[in-house]
């Protein structure tokens, strides 16, 4: 399961590359609006910035704007060739977005369908030509829904049906959620790092890591190393 960074705050960015295993990158245009307040960088700006840390090499999403399909596609035109290296289009799950996926897919250009919230949305992008369906999973079950559920499902219906689609769980507002996902069969996970500072740690391993260092410096003396320790 691939976890994905959703921000668009470049401090933040800088510092998952520097810690965590993250491969993944993505915003979407509130994510983008919050981060970018205060900062007097345009979207196009901020995006080229993370792009520059993470590298070329790694999938970056980020969303076309527009409603109608020719409006989405000239934004992921204008997003392709300003983010260079392995960018995703995010185009949103709707008539006119299942249009935009299908069209963008016979240039070449792989989409991701985000704001998916049931079952029927994530088959019709999928059917579209969408590389992967977002599924709001946090946002299903504040409506009252099962969002985890769905994730399964659209899954499972994917792999019986032959589907080369993958499965994001997305809008997740805790770690609590992952475990889930995985168990579910999501291939992505969208985090923040608040999320991967608490998968991160257990108290716990603090324990344990305590006792190693007490029991290491009882014998070897306070500062002592492997790298320091006479031969």
């Known amino acids: 399961m691939e976890y994905c960074l959703d921000t668009g705050d470049l ?14 990158f993505s915003m979407n245009p509130s ?13 196009l700006e901020n995006a080229r910035m993370i792009r520059e840390v993470i590298g070329e090499e790694y999938p970056f999403y980020l969303e076309a ?32 977005g299942y249009k935009a996926i299908r069209l963008l897919k016979e240039e070449g250009i792989l989409c991701s369908c985000t704001a998916i919230y ?13 590389y ?8 299903i079950d504040n409506a009252g829904g099962d969002g985890i559920g ?6 499972d219906a994917f792999v ?41 740690v257990h108290p716990m391993t603090q324990k344990t890591l305590d006792t190693f260092k007490e029991d ?6 306070k500062g002592i190393r492997v790298a320091n320790m006479e031969k």
């Open 160 to 200: 019986l049906e032959g589907m080369d689609c993958k499965v994001s769980a997305a809008s997740l507002k805790s770690a609590v959620y992952l475990e889930k996902a995985a168990l579910a069969g999501a291939d992505n996970v969208t985090v923040t790092l608040e999320m991967l500072d608490t998968m991160a």
């Open 11 to 24: 401090e933040m960015v800088k510092k998952v590359v520097d810690l965590y295993p993250v491969r993944c």
């Open 132 to 139: 992967c369906v977002a599924v709001y999973v946090s946002r």
């Open 118 to 130: 049931d079952f029927n949305q994530a088959m019709l992008a999928a059917e579209a030509g969408a």
């Open 65 to 96: 704007m527009g409603d109608t399909a020719e409006e989405m596609i000239e934004d992921a035109h204008r997003i392709r060739e300003e983010i260079k290296g392995n960018t995703f289009i995010k185009i949103p799950a709707c008539p006119q």
């Open 150 to 155: 769905v994730v399964k499902k659209i899954k």
């Open 216 to 221: 290491w410096e009882g014998l070897f003396g």
């Open 31 to 43: 994510i983008a609006v919050r981060c970018l307040k205060g900062t007097g960088r345009t979207f």
